[in-house]
Structures are given as structure tokens and as C-alpha cells.
């Protein structure tokens, strides 16, 4: 067998062992969804075989572009974005595909130009967007402009599902408020996400659901808005319990706000479950660290990035992978029978 002046194997013994072309070949290395099965076990049997590792910086001057993967966000919650990467890197972890991460500022009169240069500057193989800004469709118009793959990441359906996965939130927080309800809760706080947020207004238009189907009205006394943050959460949680009658639950639309009703209502001499209920969104880490634990709606943050992931970067397994993910609710020990 012929090698290269290295001795290492290369692409053309690949080639002539496995009997097919060398673009077949690269097609196999750049995992192309243009091959049958059978062609790519065969090639990628050969591969494994002689040891054969493709030269990065040769495809990706052939490709004009690198093996990075683009995770674009203007999100405060870090809890949410460490989920997202930990989802990425699952999906790309021996591979050679790498992970960039790039924080930007939605309120930006800039941001589409910020983004613009990051995009011809990295030369991308494909870019996963985040909500708020996921829900920004001239941030999508711009990838198809400057041939980026992109895929989105939300709440609700935004684009093609090639271009997209996205979660079930109005539904799964109405399942959760109507738990509220099923454990003989009627008075029921909710503190909101921030304006401008696709998801906060989806986990709203849930609390409004589960209310009205119980013939539940709204009382906006207990109805406060937060930022998705822990200091924000116990801001509200004051706010909602110095209301009168003070709610017996209260639905935060993230973990972290959670925590800080907790916070609050524990600094007001409140027990929890026994005075106050509170019910999260997400199942983060510090959902099951805080006492008591807490109930929680579990939102499948690293399978949905896994999955955008796999869109970006073999189009074939993704396909395998859903599109929409559905919410389940976690019982733990801060919810008591009213």
C-alpha cells in the first residue's frame, strides 16, 4: 500500500481499498446525507482499518470553511447555556468538530452587523442560535445569505424542521399549574419570564390555559415579571407574597426564580411546602440541590442541543432524532396538598 512521505495512509488508499472515488470518500468524511448505507459502512470499515485521520486544515480549505460549530445567544440564564453546550458536545465528542461560543446584545442596534462578521470571520460549518434571539428571523435570513447552516432552538415551531427543534412549554406549564390545581391549590402565584422572550410568553399563555379551564380568574396582584434570574426571583417572590390574600402556590417559569421565591418566602418566616408551594421550569442542577427539592417541569435542554447539533452536523443520524420535545413535570418535595 502506497502511503504519504509520512507514512501515514491517506485519502486515495482509503479510495482504492473500499473500491469507490474520493469524493465518495470525502462524502463519507463530511458525513453527506447524498450516500446509502451501505457504501458509507463499507468506506467508513476502511477507514477504521487502516487509521486513516483526515487533515483538518486541508478540508477545511476545500470546503472553505472550519469544523466549528457556533453557539450564538443573548441569554441571562447560564444555568439554560451550560445545558446547551453540554447537548453540543455530546453530539460532537470524537469528532473534530469544535464548539465557539458567542454572546451577543439583541438590544444592539448592531447586532445583525456584529454577527455578520463573526460569521465571515469564523467561517462556520454551521451555527446554532438560541431563543430570545432564535425568534430573530432576519438573524436567520442573514446565515441563508452568507451560506451558514443554521439550525434554531425554541419554544414553539419557527422555521423548517431542518432548521429547527423546539419544546413544548405553553402545554407543559399548563399540566403543571393544573397539578397546582388537582393538589387543591386555587390561589396561585406566577412569576413570569422577560419581556421579549418567546419561551415567557408561551409558559404565560400556559398559566393562563390551566387557570381558565378551572375556572380559575386572574388576579394580576399575583402576577410579577423577572429575568430569568435567581436576584430577580426573590424580587417577585416579595412582591407576591405581600399580597392579600397571600397565594398558597407559586409557579416560577425558571429554577433559578424558583430559588429566590424560596429565598424570599424563607427570609418572611414561610415554610416550604408547608406555608407556600412553588413549582419551577427547566429541572437545572440547583432544582435537585436546594431544600426542599423541587417540583420542577423537566425542559430537555441537552437532547434538543444534541439534536440541532446532529442537524448541523450529520443530517442523516438527525434525521433519526425528533424535532419537537415534549416537557415532562418532576415531582419532588415543594408541593403539598392544600
Known amino acids: 500500500m502506497k502511503k504519504s512521505k509520512d507514512g501515514k495512509p491517506t485519502i486515495n488508499d482509503v479510495a482504492r481499498l473500499s473500491g469507490v472515488s474520493k469524493k465518495t470518500v470525502s462524502r463519507v468524511i463530511n458525513r453527506s446525507p447524498l450516500l446509502n448505507d451501505a457504501t458509507r459502512e463499507k468506506v467508513e470499515a476502511v477507514i477504521a482499518e487502516l487509521g486513516y485521520v483526515p487533515n483538518p486544515q486541508a478540508r477545511a480549505l476545500a470546503l472553505r470553511r472550519n469544523f466549528l460549530i457556533g453557539l450564538i445567544h443573548d441569554n441571562p440564564n447560564a444555568q439554560m447555556v451550560l445545558g446547551v453546550q453540554e447537548g453540543i458536545l455530546s453530539a460532537i465528542r470524537d469528532t473534530e468538530f469544535a464548539l465557539v461560543v458567542r454572546p451577543v446584545n439583541r438590544r444592539s442596534p448592531d447586532m445583525l452587523d456584529d454577527v455578520r462578521a463573526f460569521l465571515e470571520q469564523q467561517r462556520l460549518f454551521g451555527v446554532m442560535l ?30 423548517e424542521d431542518e432548521h429547527m427543534v423546539a419544546s413544548n412549554d405553553r402545554e407543559a406549564v399548563s399540566q ?27 409558559r404565560s399563555l400556559g398559566y393562563r390555559d390551566a387557570l381558565e379551564m378551572a375556572g380559575i380568574p386572574l388576579d394580576d396582584a ?29 409557579f416560577a417559569s425558571n429554577d433559578e426564580m424558583a430559588a429566590g421565591v424560596l429565598h424570599a418566602a424563607r427570609t418572611l418566616g414561610l415554610s416550604v411546602p408547608e406555608d407556600l408551594s412553588i413549582v419551577g421550569f427547566d429541572d437545572t442542577a440547583i432544582a435537585a440541590h436546594i ?48
Open 130 to 159: 438560541l431563543p430570545p434571539i432564535s425568534e430573530n428571523d432576519a438573524l436567520a435570513e442573514l446565515c441563508d445569505e452568507l451560506g451558514v447552516t443554521y439550525v434554531r432552538m425554541g419554544s414553539v415551531k419557527l422555521d
Open 176 to 202: 403543571a399549574i393544573d397539578y397546582l390545581i388537582r393538589r387543591g391549590h386555587r390561589r396561585i402565584g406566577f412569576v413570569a419570564g422577560p419581556e421579549g422572550f418567546r419561551s415567557a410568553a408561551e
Open 222 to 250: 399575583i402576577m410579577a415579571e423577572g429575568n430569568y434570574t435567581f436576584e430577580t426571583g426573590i424580587a417577585a417572590g416579595r412582591k407576591l407574597l405581600a399580597a392579600t390574600p397571600r397565594p398558597g402556590a407559586i
Open 291 to 338: 431544600w426542599p427539592p423541587l417540583t420542577t417541569v423537566r425542559w430537555p435542554i441537552q437532547a434538543m442541543a444534541r439534536a440541532a447539533a446532529l442537524k448541523l452536523i450529520d443530517p442523516a443520524e438527525a434525521r433519526k432524532q425528533p424535532s419537537h420535545f415534549l416537557s415532562d413535570l418532576i415531582e419532588r418535595a415543594s408541593v403539598a396538598t392544600c
